[in-house]
């Protein structure tokens, strides 16, 4: 399984912009696939994920959304309305057999992508 995230930038406070990761080896239909951030100097957190519907950190409702292209099997996360609070790396995760209590939980992905940086200016 490989997964090639991409999309990350530079942007001002209040830009946009839309990362994808790409899957191969594993289709994103039968798996669950999410994205995670690690700021300078802190833990891996959780942001969003699909599983049944899409799921997202609190602290990114409502400006993130998380989408799914079947035929490209390729994973989208759109970030709108940037804040410099959620600069950082950018991955993406897959996993099988997610349940609910342990969807956020990044030690339950087993494939991971190389990271894309995303910094947001003030």
């Known amino acids: 399984v490989q997964l090639q995230a991409s999309g990350g930038g530079l942007v001002q406070a209040g830009g946009s912009l839309r990362l994808s990761c790409a899957a191969s080896?594993?289709?994103?239909?039968?798996?669950?696939t999410g994205w995670f951030r690690q700021a300078p100097g802190k833990e891996r957190e959780f942001v969003a994920v699909?599983?049944?519907?899409?799921y997202y950190a609190d602290s990114v409702k409502g400006r993130f959304t998380i989408s799914r292209d079947f035929a490209k099997n390729t994973v989208y996360l759109q970030m709108n309305n940037l804040k410099p609070e959620d600069t950082g790396v950018y991955y993406c995760?897959?996993?099988?057999?997610?349940?609910?209590?342990?969807?956020?939980?990044?030690?339950?992905?087993?494939?991971w992508g190389q990271g894309t940086q995303v910094t947001v200016s003030s």
């Open positions: 995760a897959s996993a099988t057999g997610l349940i609910w209590s342990t969807m956020t939980d990044r030690t339950k992905y087993d494939h």
């Open positions: 699909f599983k049944g519907g899409a």
């Open positions: 080896g594993r289709t994103i239909g039968n798996s669950n």
